[in-house]
């Protein structure tokens, strides 16, 4: 069965700053890699995928993903934040069930921007 | 851009009584889900519905827990008798159609308080 860890549950930064959040994946083949954002009160955002090919994806709002086999990560990547990308992210991977599509969560990391 | 809209947004119930959850999925989707979040917890699958049947469902979804497509348009989980244990955030999710069959819309949620 598949499963992600997000090793860090909080992470803080200042407002400008880089930013890495750390996604490891466990999946016996090839998976398919999701990032979601879920700000205060509203739902689960797509911000970026990994089905195959490059494995440097681009998403919306500056972030960006690198699927590294060797070490089973998706890392999510933007180079400045600003204060509005304070959120909770979740990093998930997906499988095709029976008949459905399934997706697996890590727990999330909760960003704070610091103005 | 096409919606995952649920409703109601946030209820209270009693232990015990009945709560149906409700959800408009993209109309040309044709994979219905839900999932449900605990505080604190991972965002967790709970069903998968296709074709106007079951496609799959975790542990989770036991006997209490029912999934319905009454119309063309709605799609409901109802749990029969609440437990405090069900107080989560419930999301809504479809996927399929003609493009983006892997990725899921997520709505942005129900909170359900069980007291």
């Known amino acids: 069965a598949q499963s992600v860890t997000q090793p860090d549950i909080h992470i803080t930064v200042s407002e400008g700053a880089s930013l890495e959040l750390r996604c490891n994946y466990s999946?016996?083949?090839?998976?398919?890699l999701f990032w979601y954002v879920q700000s205060p009160g509203q739902g689960l955002q797509l911000l970026l995928k990994y089905f195959s090919g490059d494995t440097l994806v681009q998403g919306i709002k500056g972030f960006e993903a690198e699927f590294k086999r060797s070490q089973s990560s998706f890392n999510l990547r933007k180079p400045s934040v600003h204060w509005s990308d304070a959120a909770e992210y979740f990093c998930?991977?997906?499988?095709?069930?029976?008949?459905?599509?399934?997706?697996?969560f890590g727990k999330g990391t909760k960003l704070s921007v610091i103005p | 851009e096409p919606e995952v809209t649920q409703t109601p947004s946030h209820q209270v119930t009693q232990m015990g009584q009945e709560v149906i959850l409700r959800c408009v999925p993209i109309?040309?989707?044709?994979?219905f889900y839900w999932y449900r979040q605990i505080l604190g917890q991972k965002v967790e699958f709970l069903v998968s519905f296709y074709n106007n049947e079951i496609s799959e469902k975790s542990e989770i979804f036991d006997d209490q827990f029912s999934v319905e497509r009454p119309d063309g348009s709605n799609f409901t989980l109802k749990i029969r008798s609440t437990k405090l244990e069900d107080s989560a955030m419930y999301f809504c999710?479809?996927?399929?159609?003609?493009?983006?069959?892997?990725?899921?819309?997520f709505g942005a949620g129900s909170r359900l308080t069980v007291l």
């Open positions: 999710a479809s996927n399929g159609g003609f493009s983006g069959a892997n990725v899921l819309t």
């Open positions: 999946y016996g083949a090839t998976p398919y």
């Open positions: 109309s040309n989707h044709l994979y």
């Open positions: 998930a991977v997906g499988a095709q069930g029976a008949g459905s599509y399934q997706l697996t």
